[in-house]
């Protein structure tokens, strides 16, 4: 009996450490706020701005802010674990900023930021490719829902009717892939690294490309000579230096001093953010357009769900 009392002891001390605070709830608003602001800043950004310098800046104002953390750890790093940061610099940061951007050349902000909210889903599956995790049932049947919404999103127009395939939404979702597959890596592969440090070297690895494509762009004169540049440099440099690193710090100070399904839950914030933001900024949504949304939510929901 003692042993029994214990034990609930322990658990009850656990949860109680578990529960999330006040100021938790705040860092879970900011974050929202900051990720979903995300596709906001990036259509203020295309205004100016081809979708290529779009993304070259955003990862080029994070590789600027992160660049003296990664110099000042860089030897911390085992020798086997560069490729795996490699590739979550390419995956995780580096590929998504023009998929983002080239989707928004077409698609409203709001809808980006729904299709967005499929990264957890991909994640599962490429775990479960990849790393030979087990689906169950509950688990399959959110990633059925959560698709079906999307697939039908794809398909609906401007007009909240269904026509034609809008294929800027692959963009998207090959943005979520993108970021599914290195979660994964993160996962499996580089928990031992902290992850402002972690986030720095990914950075660092491809900053330097970003820096490329823009010296061979029209950035320098669209900055000195067209009206608007300045703002949405701004816009963008914001979205580049708050949306990586100071985001994710928050992400992962949530996760260690609540859990992870209290941070998850940034999931399904996200896309009310970004949908507010685009309503605000003049963009239409149908009827069909929200039953899409709230499918995929729902599907999402069901597939993190804990039993």
Not at 157 to 177: D, R
Request: hydrophobic fraction near 55%; charged fraction near 10%.
């Amino acid at each position: 009996m003692e042993t029994k009392s214990k034990k609930k002891t322990a658990i009850s001390n656990e949860a109680l450490e578990d529960a999330p605070k006040p100021i938790h709830w705040l860092m879970l608003v900011g974050l929202s706020l900051v990720w979903g602001s995300s596709f906001i800043l990036i259509k203020q950004g295309l205004e100016v701005f081809s979708f290529m310098e779009v993304g070259a800046i955003r990862v080029v104002s994070a590789f600027l802010v992160l660049l003296p953390v990664a110099l000042a750890n860089f030897k911390k790093v085992p020798k086997e674990k560069w490729k795996f940061i490699v590739a979550m610099g390419i995956l995780g940061n580096f590929i998504p900023a023009f998929l983002f951007a080239k989707a928004q050349t077409q698609l409203p902000s709001s809808i980006t930021g729904v299709l967005n909210a499929l990264t957890p889903l991909f994640t599962f599956i490429v775990g479960i490719i990849a790393f030979k995790q087990v689906m169950k049932t509950r688990q399959l049947t959110g990633l059925i829902i959560a698709f079906l919404g999307s697939a039908t999103l794809i398909f609906v127009n401007s007009e909240g009717k269904i026509g034609g395939i809008n294929y800027f939404a692959f963009f998207v979702i090959g943005a979520a892939m993108c970021y599914a597959t290195s979660t994964n890596l993160i996962k499996r592969h580089l928990t031992s690294i902290r992850s402002l440090h972690l986030t720095s070297f990914a950075i660092s690895i491809v900053g330097p490309f970003g820096v490329f494509i823009l010296y061979n762009s029209e950035f320098t004169d669209k900055v000195l000579y067209t009206e608007g540049a300045l703002r949405a440099l701004f816009y963008l440099s914001l979205l580049g230096i708050l949306g990586t690193s100071v985001a994710l710090v928050m992400f992962n100070k949530m996760i260690q001093s609540t859990s992870a399904v209290f941070a998850a839950s940034v999931t399904y914030l996200i896309p009310i953010v970004a949908i507010s933001w685009g309503v605000f900024d003049g963009e239409i949504l149908m009827p069909l357009h929200y039953i899409c949304i709230i499918t995929i939510l729902i599907g999402v929901f069901i597939t993190n769900r804990k039993n």
